[in-house]
Nanobody, 126 residues
Framework: QVQLVESGGGSVQAGGSLRLSCVANVDTYRPHWMAWWRQAPGKEREAIACTYLAQESEHYADSVKGRFTISADNAGNTVYLQMNDLKPEDTAMYYC???????????????????WGQGTQVTVSS
């Protein structure tokens, strides 16, 4: 089992920055992939950034590339999302996700992830 706890959301003006954190409390399974997703009101949940912990490789959605950075601490227990140059369209609930021992798929596919956090709200005003 993996429990994910996000923090760091809040309200900022356009152009501002926020840093989200996701602490992974692991039991018998240590995730290989961890990602950030977001869901705006009335929209589908979308994958925005992912990291493969073993190789420190990252992937980003085009909508956040160049503005957001995903990173992890050395132990892989905490994953961060540094968000710069925030825009009103970044307003959403942000979720941390981790793969499971039997999940498989592309990083943008929800079936890839077995564990989800409760979400943290990010609101960007113009």
């Amino acid at each position: 089992q993996v429990q994910l706890v996000e923090s760091g959301g809040g309200s900022v003006q356009a152009g501002g920055s926020l840093r989200l954190s996701c602490v992974a409390n692991v039991d018998t399974y240590r995730p290989h992939w961890m990602a950030w997703w977001r869901q705006a009101p009335g929209k589908e949940r979308e994958a925005i950034a992912c990291t493969y912990l073993a190789q420190e490789s990252e992937h980003y959605a085009d909508s956040v590339k160049g503005r957001f950075t995903i990173s992890a601490d050395n132990a892989g227990n905490t994953v961060y999302l540094q968000m710069n140059d925030l825009k009103p369209e970044d307003t959403a609930m942000y979720y941390c996700a981790a793969d499971g021992p039997e999940t498989i798929g592309a990083w943008t596919n929800r079936s890839m992830y077995a564990y989800w956090g409760q979400g943290t709200q990010v609101t960007v005003s113009s």
